[in-house]
């Protein structure tokens, strides 16, 4: 029978959903800065911090990715682009926010260039401060947006993140 293979929409997000919980994909995009957080989250995907143990790895295309990780002060050729990216991903997606400047701008804050904070062009889900942020606090980020997901918590903003962030003045 055709109509117990095919799964409703609801469904299929659902069954999706649970799949991500075991092992999410990552897609990393530079909206322009000084790749100091590039460089920091691409040593957390290498062999010494070794998270594909946790089933993390990058995804070698957007639409197969779960997790867009942005880094960067957000430009405004870059926000279109964003833009377009987070619409390409399936649902349901999840954005981290790496780094100072991906929060508000950090040293490049109020520059004519850019758009302002992260969360005016896309929905951020996990808030990762510093400048640049640590490989081990990157997978944290990650473990803990992993844990979010486990609780079914779509598109809430991490307070606690955003909290820090200030804080450190990020």
Not at 35 to 63: H, K, W
Not at 129 to 158: A, N, T, V, Y
Request: some cysteine; charged content about 25%.
């Amino acid at each position: 029978n055709l109509s117990r293979t095919v799964l409703s929409p609801e469904r299929a997000l659902l069954s999706r959903a649970k799949l991500i919980r075991y092992s999410p994909w990552l897609v990393h995009f530079n909206t322009g800065a000084c790749n100091g957080c590039d460089i920091e989250v691409l040593a957390a995907l290498t062999p010494l911090y070794d998270p594909e143990r946790f089933g993390v790895r990058l995804a070698p295309s957007v639409r197969h990715g779960d997790i867009l990780i942005v880094t960067g002060a957000v430009t405004k050729k870059a926000a279109e682009r964003l833009r377009r990216l987070y619409e390409q991903m399936p649902s349901p997606k999840f954005v981290v926010a790496v780094g100072a400047c991906a929060y508000d701008g950090g040293v490049f804050k109020g520059s004519y260039s850019l758009v302002g904070r992260l969360d005016s062009v896309v929905p951020v889900d996990m808030y990762i401060p510093g400048c640049p942020p640590r490989p081990e606090s990157i997978l944290d980020g990650i473990g803990k947006l992993h844990d979010k997901m486990q609780g079914g918590r779509s598109r809430e903003r991490s307070e606690e993140g955003a909290q820090r962030a200030e804080q450190t003045g990020g």
